[in-house]
């Protein structure tokens, strides 16, 4: 099977679309809520039910965080772009828009993202249409995430729940959240699984919510379940502890959920671009695609080289999305494109700041905000350094033991 480079054609529709919204209805209030911290936008209520009634209907397949569950059909050998794909490029264009109002949507939480990823048919079915955010931080694990401490204990029908879990991204708006815990310290990371636990849960309390440096329109919390009463069929995937599968279980939903983090550090940089190669043209810098950078302007060489390294994130960003549409095992592509796009959403970003001098620093218009927001996109579901490492390991064929 080839991949071929350019955007799909039956999605331009949907992404035009989305790009119609992003412009329209996020933008607009984008530095509103990078001002009301903590504040719901209640403006995106519209939104995600419009978001809803596309998914109903059929059109919106993939229209974001909801859309990544592998199609289960039998492969007919044809090439397919599917709702890894609609996700990938329908996110980046709603980033383009904001970032932080992006991850504050209605019911398109991370947690979606692992319940469409391992999730059997009953609970997708029964968790169709919840929001739902994501847990695996705690005060002492980060990166680690073999290490959690959060503790899933067997109770009869259900699993007794305590720990502390730290920056849940939607932890306080989100319907449930999705939680890794372990079933037994002892036998290490296959016995850690995810459980769903609904809002108004007893032993579940939202902690406090934390002042960030960007995406301040997403909330972000802490919190903590003590003796929290889980019922069983909310463990998501097989009970079974398989010491040799390992973490591969839970690890299936970065696959899927690290190219969409690519898209939004690659619909981010793109908005950055986007209006400073407006900012040059109106400065009298031209850029010329024909000619060597290196005698061009200094300003136009930069620029060349900024959307030379968002293109690389980009196609990295298509390459893994396609690779799961077509049911081919993607995790070094899913980092691959996330280490790429997480770094170049922060370089393009800041670079763009620079380029545009005083207005870059500026609260009157978004460059700045959009350096800030994109930082996060190398830190969350997993860091640039990580991101490297599983690289690496998959490159020189060595475990997670071999190389830490
Ligand atoms: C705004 C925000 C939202 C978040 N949302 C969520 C969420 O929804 N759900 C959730 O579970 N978590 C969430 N997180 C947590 C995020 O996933 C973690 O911060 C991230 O995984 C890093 O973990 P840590 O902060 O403990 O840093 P550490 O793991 O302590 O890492 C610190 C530094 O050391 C580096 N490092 C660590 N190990 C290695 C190694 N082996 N080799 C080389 N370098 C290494 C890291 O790359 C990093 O630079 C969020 C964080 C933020 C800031």
Known sequence: MAI?????????????????????????ISRKYDKAEHEYPTELDMLAAMADGLSESGQGEGAGATGVRRDSKPDDGKVKNGANMSSVLSVSEMCWGDVGLTLAMPRQGLGNSAIASVAND?????????????AITEPGTGSDSANIKTTATLDGDHYVLNGEKIFVTSGDRSDAVVV????????????IKSF?????TPGMKVERLEHKLGIKASDTATITFTDCRVPAENLLGSPEINVKEGFAGAMATF???????????????????DY????LAKAGVEIDYDRPAHLQSAAAAKFIQLESDYEGA?????????????????????????????????????SCVELAGTIGYSEGELLEKWAR????????????????????????????AELK
């Open 122 to 134: 009953e609970q997708h079915e029964r968790f169709d249409g919840i929001w739902a955010s994501m």
């Open 314 to 350: 980009y196609l990295l960003m298509l390459q893994a999305a396609w690779m799961a549409d077509n049911r081919q095992p993607n995790s070094k592509e899913a980092s691959m494109a996330k280490a790429k796009a997480g770094r170049m959403g922060s370089d393009v970003t800041l």
């Open 276 to 279: 400073t190669r407006d900012l």
């Open 255 to 273: 696959d899927n959920t690290r190219p969409l983090v690519a898209s939004m550090a690659v619909g981010c940089a793109r908005a950055a671009l």
């Open 180 to 191: 890794w815990a372990t079933l037994d310290k002892e036998l290490g990371k296959a016995a």
């Open 373 to 400: 927001d994109s930082k996060i996109l190398d830190i969350f579901e997993g860091t640039q350094q990580i991101q490297q490492l599983i690289v690496a390991r998959r490159v020189l064929g060595l475990s997670s």
């Open 196 to 200: 769903v636990v609904e809002k108004g």
């Open 4 to 28: 071929n480079l350019e955007d799909p054609k039956k999605l331009k529709p949907l992404r035009e679309q989305i790009h119609q919204v992003a412009m329209n209805m996020l933008r607009p």
